[in-house]
């Protein structure tokens, strides 16, 4: 599998910290609510519920095209990082960076920063979600509040950092392979890098 150029040193760190960062790592912009729900709590829930599965479905559309993985390399998406697996908390896989996307900080869910790929026992990739990421800094700039995408809110990721990097947001979306914790979280407990040949993080 040829691997696409790497993208500058700063930017390659800036997405090594997205995909290894677990997700109690930094504070989180989506935060859970445990009260007791009114009927107009229930009837966001239920819009939101909505949501979701519209962008689950928006996503499997734009990215449908990459379950061929020679397609993203074509379009500009690169594997970096190798693959990422988490200690207990399951993987994320196999990342395809399309530098142009990060660095334009423009949140679009018909066009994911990343692919996200498992590794299969004959050597191939199979797609299972897209990852979207903006740098804070340049995201907050903007706006007065934290991203969100069709109701789904980024994960905020702050720093100080063990890389040193600013501060960044990024929303995981399961959208090709079912995750029991929920289409938005970083990990998936039923994705491994055990079949990747390559060097796994």
Known sequence: MKLGPLATQFQSSMIALALMSIGSLGALAQEAHSHTMTSSQNE??????????????????????????????????????????????????????????????????????IVIYEPTTNGNFRLIGADYLVLADTWNAHHSSPPELMGQLFHLFDTPNRFGLPAFYALHVWAWKDNPNGAFVNWHPNVNCQSFAGEAQ
């Not at 689950?56 to 449908?64: C, E, M, N, Q, Y």
Request: some cysteine.
């Open 44 to 113: 966001q829930t239920a819009i939101q519920k909505s949501q979701a599965s519209a962008l689950l479905k928006i996503v499997r559309g734009a990215t449908d095209r990459f379950h061929n993985v020679a397609q993203a390399e074509a379009e500009g998406y690169a594997l970096q990082f190798g693959c990422v697996s988490g200690e207990s908390s399951g993987a994320m896989g196999l990342h395809f960076v399309n530098g142009p996307l990060v660095n334009s900080g423009v949140i679009d869910p018909t066009k994911p920063q």
